[in-house]
C-alpha cells in the first residue's frame, strides 16, 4: 500500500509535535539553554587513576613444549673453555720482585739496531738446522704485563694447535717452563719469572731455537753490549 506524499508530511509533522511536547515535560529546552548561558562552566575533575591492588607473587614455570620440557634451557653465549696447565717448578730457586714500572729501563735507537744485529748474526751461525726466529724485547715483554708474542707465521708451522707448555732452555741448561697459547700465539705464565730472572731490558734481543717440538733454546744478547763497546762478544743469559 503506497503512502501519499500529503500523508506522509502529515505523520512527519505530527511526530515531531509529539518529541517536542515530550522535550518540553522533562524540561530539556531550559536545561540547555542554561548550559550555553552560563560564562565559566566548572571543568569536571579528572578520573583518579587507581593502582592495582597487589594480593601476592608466586614464580610461575613458563609454559614450554613436552619435548623439552625435561631440557635445560638454551645459553646463547660463546664460552670458550681452556684447559688448566699447571707448570711445574723449575729446578733453579727464583728470588724477585715485581719490578717497578717507574724504574723501566728504555734502550736508544743504537743499542736496539745493535742488539738485533747480533742476535741476527748469531742466528745465521747456529748449527743443528732447527727452526729459529729473532725477538727484540719491548717495554710490554720484561716489565707489565710480561706478556710475549710470537711470529705468528713460526707458531703455525711448528708449534702446537692447541694451548700447552712450552720450555725455554737457557745457555746455561737452566730449564724454565712456560703456558703457550696457542689462539693468542704467545707465551703467559712462566715468562715473566724467566725475564726478571734474566733481567732481560728493553732493547736486549733473544734468539729462539726450536730444538725439540715444544723446547726453544734461547740465545740473550744485550742492548746494554753497544754502550760498553762490545762489538764482538755475545752476552749470554
Known amino acids: 500500500m503506497v503512502v501519499s506524499k500529503q500523508n506522509y508530511e502529515d505523520l512527519r509533522k505530527q511526530r515531531l509535535e509529539e518529541n517536542k511536547r515530550r522535550m518540553e515535560e522533562l524540561n530539556l529546552p531550559q536545561l540547555t539553554k542554561a548550559l ?8 569536571p575533575s579528572p578520573m583518579k587513576r587507581t593502582q592495582p591492588r597487589v594480593i601476592g607473587t608466586e614464580l610461575v614455570q613458563v609454559r614450554r613444549s613436552s619435548r623439552v620440557a625435561n631440557l635445560p ?53 747456529l748449527e743443528g738446522g732447527h727452526p729459529s726466529f729473532v725477538k727484540p724485547m719491548l717495554p710490554s715483554h720484561v716489565s707489565g704485563g710480561f706478556w710475549l708474542g710470537l711470529p705468528g707465521h713460526f ?57 725439540k717440538p715444544t723446547v726453544f733454546k734461547v740465545y740473550i744478547i744485550r742492548s746494554s753490549g753497544y754502550e760498553d763497546g762490545e762489538n764482538n762478544d755475545v752476552s749470554n743469559a
Open 36 to 43: 550555553k548561558t552560563t560564562p565559566h562552566s566548572p571543568k
Open 73 to 125: 634451557a638454551p645459553v646463547y653465549k660463546e664460552i670458550t673453555v681452556y684447559e688448566r696447565i699447571d707448570l711445574p717448578r723449575s729446578k733453579r730457586k727464583y728470588s724477585y720482585a715485581r719490578r717497578d714500572l717507574a724504574n723501566r729501563v728504555y734502550a736508544s735507537d743504537e743499542a736496539r739496531e745493535y742488539a738485533t744485529a747480533k742476535a741476527q748474526e748469531l742466528e745465521a751461525n
Open 155 to 211: 707458531c703455525r708451522s711448528y708449534l702446537p694447535k692447541n694451548d700447552g707448555t712450552v720450555t725455554l732452555v737457557d745457555e746455561e741448561g737452566e730449564e724454565v717452563p712456560t703456558v703457550y697459547l696457542a689462539r693468542k700465539v704467545g707465551l703467559s705464565g712462566g715468562w715473566r719469572g724467566f725475564s726478571l730472572s734474566h733481567e732481560l731490558v728493553d732493547g736486549d734481543a733473544l734468539v729462539f731455537q726450536l730444538i
